[in-house]
């Protein structure tokens, strides 16, 4: 996210050095970003690759963490957002129709509530496992997988929020 802000922020200086309007995107032939695809399966295969290098990767699916993260981030952002506003983003995202100007600027507001509900609810998740843990420390064998768990919850929220949301 840092090497993304220093190449905007660069080309962006740039362009007010030399006083020239900043390019219009080139209208796409469909909606669909491909790059979008291509980038999150880059990322999602590094991950995999990682991940089953070190360990089995069943060891990283926990559905009661998962479900933590997942409905409590939606139940966030009905908290946060009228669900007129939720049904107008999401239809205009998955629809055909573009979003006119204050419609995408509530979609953008809408998905940055969702990445950072995400990482909330993974937070929240992680102190709850650490709660798990404090109480079975008079056992050190049975501090692994509460610990585990707890950890878990935040892998969750953070790829919910960067690799989906954001």
């Known amino acids: 996210a840092v090497v993304c802000q220093l190449v ?10 030399r006083k020239e309007p900043p390019r219009k995107p080139r209208p796409s032939a469909d909606r669909f ?3 979008k695809v291509v980038g999150l399966g880059v990322v999602a295969g590094g991950l995999v690759v990682a991940i089953v290098l070190h360990s089995p990767p ?3 699916l926990h559905a009661p963490s998962f479900c933590l993260v997942a409905v409590g981030t939606a139940a966030g952002i009905f908290l946060s957002h009228t669900p007129s506003d939720v049904r107008t983003v999401l239809a205009g ?3 055909s129709r573009d979003l006119e ?3 995408a600027q509530d979609g953008f507001a809408l998905y940055s509530r969702l990445a950072d509900l995400a990482v909330e609810m993974g937070l ?3 102190l709850i496992g650490v709660v798990a843990v404090l ?7 049975k501090v692994g997988p509460p610990m585990a768990v707890a950890l878990l919850t935040l892998l969750y929220g953070v790829l919910l929020s960067e690799l989906v949301f954001r």
Do not use: K, M, Y
């Open 8 to 17: 905007f922020h660069s080309a962006a200086a740039d362009c007010l050095a």
């Open 33 to 35: 970003a491909w790059r």
């Open 58 to 60: 069943l060891v990283l």
């Open 93 to 95: 995202f998955f629809g």
């Open 101 to 103: 100007e204050p419609e």
């Open 124 to 126: 929240i998740g992680t």
């Open 135 to 141: 109480q079975s420390l008079d056992d050190p064998t």
